[in-house]
Nanobody, 125 residues
């Protein structure tokens, strides 16, 4: 069973910083793209940033220059460093990853998209 677990959310003042982490665990053969999405109350879930297995990163225009996504492939972990936070960054942040599972007998399964449970980020004075 593969799962993603996020941590690092919380309450921060405008202009502050937070670092989110997401660890993938379970029977994993490989992890392709990993990313972060967010959903604010009354809004649809949207992409914040994603990073390929090779380290190429892409960002939503609203966070460019303020957020940095990175990953540690040895630890199956993706990070989101969030600086200069604004009230409009308030949302539940979800980790996302495309993972190929390792099956019994050493075989590989299909690649599925997995989601974490979400972590709340609140930016308020």
């Amino acid at each position: 069973q593969v799962q993603l677990v996020e941590s690092g959310g919380g309450l921060v003042q405008p202009g502050g910083s937070l670092r989110l982490s997401c660890v993938a665990s379970g029977s994993i053969f490989s992890i392709n793209a990993m990313g972060w999405y967010r959903q604010a109350p009354g809004k649809e879930r949207g992409l914040v940033a994603f990073i390929t297995s090779g380290g190429s990163a892409n960002y939503a225009d609203s966070v460019k220059g303020r957020f940095t996504i990175s990953r540690d492939n040895a630890k199956n972990t993706v990070y989101l460093q969030m600086n200069s936070l604004k009230p409009e960054d308030t949302a539940v942040y979800y980790c996302n990853a495309h993972i190929t599972a390792l099956l019994v007998g050493g075989k590989t399964g299909p690649t599925y998209e997995y989601w974490g449970q979400g972590t709340q980020v609140t930016v308020s004075s």
